[in-house]
């Protein structure tokens, strides 16, 4: 199931070191990304399905815009020292004991200040039960309980009268019940859950409920409101607490990822600056708003993978481009990428197209793109800098291709763009004979005879950054990590999100 998931993030404040309190000189931690709240998820043994739904907390994490995030699937030999650079610690974790010293670490983390995020199956470890595999069977193995683990959540799994369990798996409505608090302040007081609706946990005495729901008969619930979200005081830290986030349909509702960012962002910092609003409006998004344009040309599936999983992009796909540019783009996308190959184009998106690229948007333009609108020649000559010729035109002869070419390619010149790709060696289509610009500033170059030799350049337009790579035919192109990294920077690059102009 698909976790990419839309979450907005507002006020980015730098947590401190251990402290628990803002501003503090320790804030930018080496390779950590300045600003974020720093968060560590233990996982690696569950009786859920942990391979899943550990990526998609990490990706809710991630896409709030909020969150720097590591995950640690083996979490016995985890020390204090380990910890330390973290702000919170979120456990997707139901399985074996730690051993004292990773669990030493976690109580002094907590205590000295920092924040414990404890999701669902995670309610039940260290309760001296005896151990779930998957499928939730019993393995015959029983192991002490950790007591003050068990103080630290607030609220856990027993076997003992009346017996903690859960109904059928259904939708359920929850409802805060402290809405002062900084997790509950400004959102709706109701909001549908997709799970189990756990019942007769144990509830210590510093446990703070935020939240519960009716726990309804005919689902074989128990007929009372049960508490669904809790908070606890530990030493100088926090702990929130969500009995919610059985798998990857809980995960999707948006009631689960809202109260799990903002109970995250406060047991981290003791406040919530992301927003209340359960639809996050676009408007808000930290992501790069991408449009990718296709038709025209045969293309493999593979292609879309450039786009998939990278955290800071929401794409979405135009099949032609009289669908892309029927209406304006401007407030809609941050950036353009044609893969398409366009001869036709109304006078009407001539202008939704002028007018996305005159409101400063960028553009990136990728391989037989450059054969797109050639009798255009505002679109060849001053935006894109380049153009295939399909036929002879002005003294020169129609441009050539050739399939399967092994090229090397090498930098040209030291860019945002091309930091991460080094030399490029693969296979891929060459282009021969096409006009290029004087005016464009090259960044890739191959020295294959099919080629012209440069395959990647910044247009000289003045009003947006466009870049064109002629390199992209096929899937060993697009699965290429070196290509994959051109393409995502290349696309930052031309929303104004790394770098500057060519040096």
Same mark, same amino acid.
């Given at each position: 199931?698909?976790?990419?998931?839309?979450?907005?993030?507002?006020?980015?404040? =730098?947590?401190?070191?251990?402290?628990?309190?803002?501003?503090?000189?320790?804030?930018?931690?080496?390779?950590?990304?300045?600003?974020?709240?720093?968060?560590?998820?233990?996982?690696?043994?569950?009786?859920?399905?942990?391979?899943?739904?550990?990526?998609?907390?990490?990706?809710?994490?991630?896409?709030?815009?909020?969150?720097?995030?590591?995950?640690?699937?083996?979490?016995?030999?985890?020390?204090?020292?380990?910890?330390?650079?973290?702000?919170?610690?979120?456990?997707?974790?139901?399985?074996?004991?730690?051993?004292?010293? $990773?669990?030493?670490?976690?109580?002094?983390?907590?205590?000295?200040?920092?924040?414990?995020?404890?999701?669902?199956?995670?309610?039940?470890?260290?309760?001296?039960?005896?151990?779930?595999?998957?499928?939730?069977?019993?393995?015959?193995?029983?192991?002490?309980?950790?007591?003050?683990?068990?103080?630290?959540?607030?609220?856990?799994?027993?076997?003992?009268?009346?017996?903690?369990?859960?109904?059928?798996?259904?939708?359920?409505?929850?409802?805060?019940?402290?809405?002062?608090?900084p997790i509950a302040q400004g959102v709706?007081?109701?909001?549908?859950?997709? &799970?189990?609706?756990?019942?007769?946990?144990?509830?210590?005495?510093?446990?703070?409920?935020?939240?519960?729901?009716?726990?309804?008969?005919?689902?074989?619930?128990?007929?009372?409101?049960?508490?669904?979200?809790?908070?606890? =005081?530990?030493?100088?830290?926090?702990?929130?607490?969500?009995?919610?986030?059985?798998?990857?349909?809980?995960?999707?509702?948006?009631?689960?990822?809202?109260?799990?960012?903002?109970?995250?962002?406060?047991?981290?910092?003791?406040?919530?600056?992301?927003?209340?609003?359960?639809?996050?409006?676009?408007?808000?998004?930290?992501?790069?708003?991408?449009?990718?344009?296709?038709?025209?040309?045969?293309?493999?599936?593979?292609?879309?993978?450039?786009?998939?999983?990278?955290?800071?992009?929401?794409?979405?796909?135009?099949? $032609?481009?009289?669908?892309?540019?029927?209406?304006?783009?401007?407030?809609?996308?941050?950036?353009?990428?044609?893969?398409?190959?366009?001869?036709?184009?109304?006078?009407?998106?001539?202008?939704?197209?002028?007018?996305?690229?005159?409101?400063?948007?960028?553009?990136?333009?990728?391989?037989?793109?450059?054969?797109?609108?050639?009798?255009?020649?505002?679109?060849?000559?001053?935006?894109?800098?380049?153009?295939?010729?399909?036929?002879?035109?002005?003294?020169?002869?129609?441009?050539?291709?050739?399939?399967?070419?092994?090229?090397?390619?090498?930098?040209v010149v030291n860019h945002p763009i091309?930091?991460?790709?080094? =030399?490029?060696?693969?296979? &891929?289509?060459?282009?021969?004979?096409?006009?290029?610009?004087?005016?464009?500033?090259?960044?890739?170059?191959?020295?294959?005879?099919?080629?012209?030799?440069?395959?990647?350049?910044?247009?000289?337009?003045?009003?947006?950054?466009?870049?064109?790579?002629?390199?992209?035919?096929?899937?060993?192109?697009?699965?290429?990590?070196?290509?994959?990294?051109?393409?995502?920077?290349?696309?930052?690059?031309?929303?104004?999100?790394?770098?500057?102009?060519?040096?």
């Amino acid at each position: 199931m698909n976790c990419k998931l839309r979450c907005a993030a507002v006020g980015l404040v =730098a947590v401190a070191l251990f402290s628990g309190q803002l501003g503090s000189s320790q804030d930018t931690i080496p390779f950590f990304k300045p600003g974020k709240v720093r968060a560590l998820i233990f996982s690696g043994r569950n009786n859920h399905d942990w391979r899943s739904t550990t990526p998609c907390l990490k990706q809710i994490l991630v896409d709030s815009g909020r969150f720097d995030v590591r995950v640690e699937g083996e979490p016995t030999g985890t020390t204090g020292a380990t910890l330390a650079a973290y702000d919170v610690l979120v456990l997707d974790y139901n399985g074996p004991r730690w051993g004292v010293a $990773t669990e030493k670490g976690v109580e002094d983390f907590v205590n000295s200040g920092k924040g414990l995020v404890v999701v669902h199956g995670a309610s039940y470890a260290f309760t001296g039960l005896e151990l779930l595999g998957d499928g939730h069977k019993k393995m015959g193995i029983k192991q002490p309980a950790w007591p003050e683990y068990l103080k630290m959540i607030g609220g856990y799994w027993s076997e003992d009268a009346p017996k903690t369990g859960h109904g059928q798996y259904h939708s359920f409505s929850v409802k805060y019940v402290n809405p002062q608090h900084p997790i509950a302040q400004g959102v709706k007081e109701k909001f549908w859950a997709t &799970d189990e609706l756990y019942h007769n946990m144990r509830m210590q005495p510093g446990a703070s409920v935020l939240a519960t729901a009716y726990d309804d008969p005919k689902y074989g619930g128990t007929g009372k409101d049960e508490p669904i979200l809790w908070t606890v =005081a530990y030493g100088k830290g926090r702990v929130f607490h969500t009995t919610l986030g059985h798998d990857l349909t809980a995960m999707q509702e948006p009631g689960f990822r809202d109260s799990f960012l903002r109970g995250a962002e406060w047991a981290a910092t003791a406040s919530v600056t992301l927003p209340p609003k359960l639809d996050h409006p676009e408007a808000q998004s930290p992501y790069l708003r991408i449009l990718v344009v296709t038709g025209g040309h045969d293309y493999p599936t593979s292609f879309y993978t450039l786009f998939e999983g990278v955290e800071d992009f929401r794409w979405s796909h135009a099949a $032609t481009n009289h669908e892309a540019f029927s209406s304006d783009l401007r407030s809609k996308y941050d950036v353009l990428v044609l893969y398409d190959l366009s001869s036709q184009i109304s006078e009407s998106e001539r202008t939704n197209l002028k007018d996305f690229l005159e409101n400063g948007k960028g553009v990136v333009v990728l391989h037989h793109a450059i054969a797109d609108y050639t009798s255009w020649d505002w679109w060849s000559r001053e935006v894109v800098g380049g153009k295939y010729l399909l036929n002879p035109e002005g003294g020169l002869p129609a441009s050539t291709f050739k399939h399967d070419e092994e090229l090397f390619v090498q930098k040209v010149v030291n860019h945002p763009i091309t930091a991460r790709v080094g =030399a490029l060696h693969l296979w &891929d289509e060459t282009y021969k004979g096409m006009w290029i610009s004087p005016d464009v500033k090259v960044l890739l170059k191959t020295d294959n005879s099919t080629s012209d030799g440069p395959v990647a350049w910044i247009s000289p337009y003045p009003k947006s950054r466009v870049v064109y790579i002629q390199l992209g035919h096929g899937e060993d192109a697009h699965r290429h990590p070196g290509y994959r990294d051109l393409v995502a920077d290349a696309i930052r690059w031309v929303a104004g999100r790394i770098g500057g102009p060519i040096q």
